[in-house]
């Protein structure tokens, strides 16, 4: 039996009908797309939904530090390296004292990234970190003594330095010992490098061009820094020496610049999306899963009855893929243990090129308050509802091949059962829906994609016999 849920003229009864929520405002939805509330909302759902391909995206791109954020060490299978670029010219001081010196060293300093770490809603019991984390460090090193030579270096595009990470072969490398300490309210940590990059670097007449790689795979956390070039907070690399006194090694405007290249483990899952590194599934379903059951539910689809004075238009006004959901597969995956949203967006046509959009999200109050939201995933429950709209609706109106998706990790989720999308003021506070901050952990995928899926559908239509 069809079952149908009639449009009112009343907003509050309209969107409680659908989505159990003033808040989605479908009656003027409607209005705006030029239906009129005599419109009925057919309810239905399309069993035995299964993919025709899914395509898994892992992002391995080299990406500069143009944020606040500075990765170094592992979670969940992925480490993060650090690559710098660093410029430097030595003044005539310094020379003098670097050869009379009894000693030289090098190290690099970190700020912590204290605007996550000092986060209200940062998990408590993740301080303090202590840990001697064994760092691979790499190199590359010229030196010159012509002028124009950091001229030279400064006109080496981003783009160009970033491509060259992706083979990187170093001129020399040794390991190094970074003693992690960080308790809440910390700000600067500090790492010694190589002795035998000192030495090499203590042969410097005039100006030198140092490329660094820090690598720790084996690494227990990721830690996060300062990252951004043009902040005083960025990691520093430091040349002192010591003799009568302690000189520090002042450097003349250089080309800096840093970035993060990921590595994932080479028995990694490769049915698994990270957060925060970008990764993506594309999941392509084919319309003959979901155009026959739509024909089947109408009876007659598409109705066509031109002329005769009855609109016949029909369009999606909500459409939910729920799919199963096995988060024991991913335990200890994340570093915060918080609830992670999961965002979707559909591939639709834009003057005849394919595009992107990711979908809006329409709230189930009742739902919400019961059970948390759908889109999250290491929460209660067992399985996952994605909201796929936009891309249900061109499929239909389009009568289109297939229907493709994309599938995210977005940000972890603060307030699970809050019927809200959105940070809000509550007794004088921000109430915070979500951590500003991506969590790096790992979700495994597989049983999402092998088992079959329900979509579910709110069309609105008008037929001659419902007049």
Same mark, same amino acid.
């Given at each position: 039996?069809?079952k ?19 808040d ?5 939805w ?42 170094l060490g ?27 010196a ?24 993740s ?16 030196f010159?003594?012509k ?18 990470l ?14 992690i ?45 300062f ?12 040349f ?23 590595v ?44 005769d ?18 988060d ?16 979707v ?5 834009s003057?005849?090129?394919e595009?992107?959009?990711?979908e809006s ?24 509802s ?42 004088g @506070? ?9 969590d790096?952990?790992?979700? @495994? ?20 016999e419902?007049?």
């Amino acid at each position: 039996m069809k079952k149908l849920c009639f449009l009112f003229v009343f907003a509050a009864l309209l969107t409680s009908c659908i989505f159990d929520s003033d808040d989605a405002g479908v009656s003027s939805w409607l209005s705006d797309h030029g239906l009129p509330d005599s419109y009925k909302v057919h309810v239905f759902d399309i069993e035995n939904i299964k993919p025709s391909s899914v395509e898994f995206g892992k992002n391995v791109a080299p990406r500069l530090i143009d944020s606040m954020e500075f990765f170094l060490g592992k979670s969940a299978g992925v480490s993060y390296d650090m690559y710098m670029d660093v410029a430097f010219a030595a003044d005539t001081t310094f020379i003098k004292s670097l050869k009379a010196a009894d000693s030289t060293n090098t190290f690099m300093s970190f700020f912590w990234f204290w605007k996550l770490y000092n986060n209200k809603n940062f998990p408590k019991d993740s301080l303090p970190f202590k840990e001697d984390m064994n760092v691979q460090v790499s190199w590359k090193l010229e030196f010159s003594e012509k002028k124009k030579f950091l001229d030279s270096l400064s006109k080496i595009s981003d783009s160009v330095w970033l491509a060259s990470l992706s083979d990187w072969e170093a001129d020399d490398s040794d390991e190094a010992v970074f003693e992690i300490s960080m308790k809440k309210g910390d700000s600067t940590t500090f790492m010694y490098l190589p002795s035998k990059l000192t030495e090499q670097l203590s042969k410097m007449t005039y100006a030198a061009h140092l490329q660094l790689k820090l690598s720790a795979p084996k690494a227990e956390h990721l830690y996060c820094f300062f990252g951004n070039v043009s902040s005083s907070f960025a990691p520093r690399f430091n040349f002192y020496t010591v003799g009568d006194s302690v000189n520090y090694l002042k450097p003349s405007p250089p080309p800096y610049r840093a970035a993060n290249v990921l590595v994932y483990d080479e028995d990694e899952c490769e049915t698994c999306l990270h957060g925060g590194s970008r990764d993506s599934v594309v999941i392509s379903i084919p319309s003959e899963q979901i155009l026959p059951a739509i024909q089947e539910f109408y009876e007659k689809y598409p109705l066509d009855n031109k002329g005769d004075g009855y609109d016949v238009r029909q369009t999606v006004v909500l459409a939910q893929l729920t799919m199963a959901r096995d988060d024991a597969a991913s335990s200890n995956a994340t570093e915060f243990g918080l609830p992670i949203q999961v965002v979707v967006g559909s591939f639709v046509d834009s003057a005849g090129t394919e595009v992107r959009r990711m979908e809006s999200y329409r709230l189930n109050k009742e739902r919400i308050l019961e059970d948390g939201h759908q889109n999250l995933i290491f929460h209660e429950g067992d399985s996952l509802s994605l909201q796929i709209t936009g891309g249900l609706r061109e499929l239909v109106n389009l009568e289109k091949d297939s229907l493709k998706i994309v599938v995210k990790m977005g940000y972890p989720f603060l307030q699970e059962k809050d019927s809200t999308y959105t940070d809000y003021i509550a007794n004088g @506070d921000t109430n915070y829906v979500f951590m500003n901050y991506f969590d790096h952990g790992r979700y @495994d995928f597989s049983k999402s994609l092998e088992n079959p899926m329900t979509l579910k559908l709110w069309m609105s239509s008008k037929r001659k016999e419902e007049n």
